[in-house]
């Protein structure tokens, strides 16, 4: 007993105390296992930014060898979105029901089975098929990944763990951008298939590391399984009266009664999925509703805004502004990668410290300044086609270049990392999957209908298009999406229910006060620093 005293007089007492410099490192090993849990989990988003970016570069070799049409490499492009609907649908009720470990165990074993077909794929039937079940993993991945992660995570460092399904995308991008480089000198039957082929490697390790991970201690929670959920907060937790803390919160948001201390605890059946939808969409109450206008929205404008034109037919717009070489077209698609792939982990070290709302408008209005100015150049190339204009070249250069730097530094890991925090625990699993779902059919639409739309409007017009959504995209985060950092995952319903834009405008030094109060009292952190 005098031990547990000296041990919680010297958690309370820290600022008058040497103590706390004994518990950082307990904090490192903390912090530590959550990011190998987070890692793991985000690994699957590796194999679905590599179907996304190796087609970028293969279509050019498929439609050369297969003689397909330019509305069949949109379908080929684009479906995939479509096809990821199967799985973001099922993936809130998969992984209600086998658990986020064993649902990304299943999201790599599609992935497997969807890069061999592509890979042996004989005509463009038979790629179509592969595209198909690649899709259903891409949907599973995109629900799953940032669910896992924002569940294992203490809140001192969610926002940074959250948006590693992000980073990883981008990883897998930029990859699969190297892929169309390093095969593109293979015969021309050979090129395209191996780039896509060689994606079910990494989905064999990834299906089996991911089985030494621990399972969400939410999803623990919601089977009755207290005693399990309990270790694995200890060991995810920054503190054991954080983990405590974080057990009370789940258990009173799966209605749990507070006084149930077994290991194993009966769990009423809607804890499970029932009536979820019902309450989403037939009776939420105010919170809930702005909840799911919230994560719709976001998820909405994220594809819209024209990201998916950028990163699938960047080889295009290049040759629109004036490259002609394939090589350097491939190379300045590379440079795209990289850059995302660059300015994506530097916002993971800001979005805990900056916050999201600050990081997203921010991203935003340079998206906007970046797609006026590809629109201007390209329509300075395409109005003037006698003339080799150098300066409009490299204008759209820098601006795709500058786009993808703003996009990932805010608009592309916010959107996961917000949308995986702001349900609450009962509704989570579903909503998230409703808001990757209104992602993907955005994102299909997008994709598929780009080489239609700058046929029809021109290809600068489209990019003022996508200049005109991002603009209404800004003045929806403005007025309608809160700040969340800080906040605890069962904080989340209260602060949407009280959020108001115009008060928080007005009163934003005493917002920041109050929200870093906030941020001590949710993350249990007892010791004050300078």
């Known amino acids: 007993m005098a031990g547990a005293k000296a041990g919680q007089d010297a958690t309370y007492g820290a600022s008058e105390n040497p103590i706390p410099a004994f ?31 190796v087609m970028t570069g293969a279509a050019l070799y498929i439609k050369e060898n297969l003689n397909i049409s330019d509305t069949q490499v949109e379908l080929l492009i684009g479906t995939l979105s479509l096809y990821s609907l199967i799985g973001s649908a099922a993936a809130g009720r998969t992984s209600d029901w086998i658990g986020r470990r064993y649902t990304i165990v299943f999201a790599a074993v599609i992935f497997f089975v969807g890069a061999l ?45 959250t948006s590693f399904p992000e980073v990883f995308i981008n990883v897998g991008i930029l990859l699969g951008y190297v892929s169309n480089f390093a095969f593109s000198r293979l015969p021309l039957h050979l090129g395209w298939r191996l780039m896509l082929g060689i994606g079910a490697i990494p989905s064999v390790f990834l299906g089996v590391c991911v089985l030494t991970m621990p399972e969400s201690p ?25 983990a405590r803390l974080r057990l009370a919160d789940i258990k009173e ?19 499970h999925g029932e009536g979820v939808w019902r309450e989403i969409f037939l009776h939420p109450t105010p919170a809930v509703r702005r909840v799911v206008i919230a994560a719709v929205g976001i998820h909405f404008f994220q594809p819209a805004t024209g990201n998916g034109a950028v990163v699938l037919y960047s080889p295009r717009i290049f040759e629109k502004a004036g490259i002609t070489s394939k090589n ?73 270049l500058a786009y993808v730097a703003f996009y990932a530094i805010g608009m592309g890991p916010v959107t996961w990392v917000y949308c995986s925090e702001i349900f609450p625990l009962r509704l989570r699993a579903q909503g998230s999957s409703i808001a990757v779902a209104v992602n993907l059919v955005t994102a299909g639409v997008t994709n598929m209908s780009f080489i239609s739309l700058y046929k029809a409007i021109t290809i600068g017009g489209s990019f003022f298009l996508f200049a005109g959504i991002s ?45 870093a109060t906030a941020t001590t009292i949710g993350d249990v952190q007892f010791v004050t620093s300078g």
């Open 253 to 271: 948001a799966a209605r749990i009664p507070a006084e149930c201390t077994d290991d194993i605890v009966a769990v009423p059946k809607q804890s």
């Open 328 to 400: 350097k077209k491939l190379l300045a698609t590379v440079a795209v990668g990289f850059v995302k792939t660059i300015f994506i982990l530097i916002s993971t070290f800001f979005v805990d410290k900056v916050g999201r709302r600050v990081l997203l408008l921010s991203s935003v209005g340079g998206m906007i300044i970046s797609l006026a100015c590809i629109g201007f150049g390209l329509t300075m190339v395409e109005t003037h086609p006698d003339e080799k204009m150098v300066w409009a070249m490299v204008l759209c250069v820098t601006m795709v």
């Open 117 to 161: 077909l592509m890979g042996f794929a004989l005509n463009y039937a038979f790629l179509m098929v592969g595209r198909f079940v690649a899709g259903i993993g891409v949907g599973y991945a995109l629900m799953i990944a940032p669910v896992y992660t924002a569940e294992v995570s203490p809140a001192s460092c969610r926002g940074f763990l």
């Open 218 to 242: 939410r999803w623990l929670v919601m089977q009755g399984r207290l005693g399990d959920a309990k270790r694995v907060l200890d060991k995810t937790s920054d503190s054991l009266e954080e």
């Open 23 to 53: 518990e950082s490192p307990e904090k490192r090993r903390t912090k530590k296992y959550a990011l190998c849990c987070a890692t793991l989990a985000s690994m699957c988003s590796v194999l679905l930014g590599y179907d996304i970016g």
């Open 471 to 515: 603009t209404m995209a800004w003045a929806f985060f403005f007025t309608f999406l809160p700040e969340t950092r800080g906040k605890t995952l069962e904080e989340m319903e209260g602060l949407f229910g009280k959020f108001n834009w115009r008060a928080s405008f007005k009163n934003k030094g005493n917002s920041k006060g109050k929200q």
